[in-house]
């Protein structure tokens, strides 16, 4: 049992430390880190597509982040070919998976709001028509507004048994 208030730090909480075990799994090792050249060359030569759960969880903001802050990570670690084959695999990783979900094809072949609107003002450019010439040069009917104090009153036409609108009876 591990108490928490001792004073000498205790060998088991060292090894507990999360980032001594990341450090540790991306130590460069020849064996390992040449396993691991062969498997990036191979992923990124052949066209391997990204299985339909991994491309979705890599697919968005947070998990491309994470696979750029991976490969990053390795390259840092290990500053040889097998860093610079990671970064060109996480790349791979990340167009390959929006290929698999189909954004790059809405980013791609989508077009934009702007170019929607770029595409209306185009379409919508035509020179003013015949009617609309002379309905401009067509005096207006009404010039000034009505008198005040017009003594005319407007008159119904035949209801055909339809109720006023003004009727209480509905």
């Given at each position: 049992?591990?108490?928490?208030?001792?004073?000498?730090?205790?060998?088991?909480?060292?090894?507990?430390?999360?980032?001594?075990?990341?450090?540790?799994?991306?130590k460069p090792k020849k064996g390992?880190?040449?396993?691991?050249?062969?498997?990036?060359?191979?992923?990124?030569?052949?066209?391997?597509?990204?299985?339909?759960?991994?491309?979705?969880?890599?697919?968005?903001?947070?998990?491309?982040?994470?696979?750029?802050?991976?490969?990053?990570?390795?390259?840092?670690?290990?500053?040889?070919?097998?860093?610079?084959?990671?970064?060109?695999?996480?790349?791979?990783?990340?167009?390959?998976?929006?290929?698999?979900?189909?954004?790059?094809?809405?980013?791609?072949?989508?077009?934009?709001?702007?170019?929607?609107?770029?595409?209306?003002?185009?379409?919508?450019e035509f020179p003013m028509t015949?009617?609309?010439?002379?309905?401009?040069?067509?005096?207006?009917?009404?010039?000034?507004?009505?008198?005040?104090?017009?003594?005319?009153?407007?008159?119904?036409?035949?209801?055909?048994?339809?109720?006023?609108?003004?009727?209480?009876?509905?």
């Open positions: 049992m591990i108490y928490m208030n001792s004073l000498k730090p205790l060998k088991v909480m060292k090894a507990m430390n999360p980032m001594k075990a990341f450090n540790k799994v991306l390992r880190e040449a396993l691991l050249l062969v498997v990036l060359v191979v992923y990124i030569l052949t066209n391997v597509q990204t299985p339909g759960p991994l491309a979705k969880v890599v697919d968005n903001v947070y998990g491309n982040v994470a696979v750029t802050l991976l490969a990053i990570a390795f390259f840092m670690k290990t500053k040889s070919v097998a860093g610079v084959l990671s970064l060109v695999a996480a790349y791979e990783l990340i167009k390959r998976s929006s290929m698999n979900t189909g954004s790059h094809a809405l980013r791609n072949f989508v077009p934009s709001e702007h170019k929607k609107l770029a595409d209306f003002a185009k379409y919508n015949l009617e609309e010439e002379m309905v401009a040069k067509l005096a207006p009917l009404v010039k000034h507004a009505p008198a005040a104090n017009a003594n005319y009153k407007p008159i119904l036409s035949d209801l055909h048994e339809a109720a006023s609108a003004t009727s209480d009876d509905m």
